[in-house]
């Protein structure tokens, strides 16, 4: 109807009309292509957000499990020398055997990386000075109970005790440890991290005879090992008898033996576990 009347009224300019319309629909494809490419730009922007976030998110998870494996792993390193001893369980470490933790710190010392002028040979035994024995049961155990030297008893050897030279005197024979630690699990606890650790006995091993791979078998029993933190380290405070725990073995460790048991001195130092 309007466009009837335009076309009667002869004062209706019909080419200005033209131009109007053609203007008009110039600026809505202006606007409409304008929405579309903001549209597309956000699109965009979130893709690259998302994806950004995605990446992040994954790479923080990748961190986190490295940064737990490689806890696990100095853990077990620091319990080689209680593997080996296998002490009797306590709650408490002052109603712990003053022996297993004296014999836990020589332990600690012959399996650490030792120069082979370190100590003193006499009459084929090695002489540790009772400096080094009192260091190493820090280590382990902080200051929570004094050391009590003494001559120490263990399956097939015994570490003499001499208080006139001050060491204690090793014998070179070849010793092999009880265990073998497999560090499963941690849990926080206040100031507190409670270990799940399975021992693997020495006559378990076997070696592949194709291949002359050591391959590690499933432990023979467990034990949780509570680690108190204070400002001066982390140190032993308890170790107790458990089950077989329902989660599998976390993988952190080579199966060679020589390598599970590679020296724990550098882990250790500066107080027990950091």
Known sequence: MDDIRREENPLFDNEAYARELKRAGKEKKKKNGSFVFGLVTVIFSL???FSCVFFALNFITAKTEEKKAEQLSQYNKFLIAVAAVDPSHFDDIT???MEELIEIAIWSIMRSDLPPDKYDYSSGELAIPLGDVENAFTKYFGTQVPI????VTGYGYEFSYNAEYGCYYI???T???LYTPVVTSSEKKGDSVILTVGLINGS???QDTVSGEISRPDPDKYI???LHSSGQGSFISAI???SLPETAIVEVFTTAKAEETSSAEEDTAAGGVQ
């Open 171 to 173: 014998p070179l024979t």
């Open 175 to 177: 010793i092999e440890p």
């Open 47 to 49: 893709i690259g957000l």
């Open 204 to 206: 378990s091993w076997k």
């Open 224 to 226: 949780k090992v509570t």
């Open 240 to 242: 107790r008898t458990t």
């Open 148 to 151: 009590k030297h003494q001559t």
């Open 95 to 97: 109603a712990s055997s």
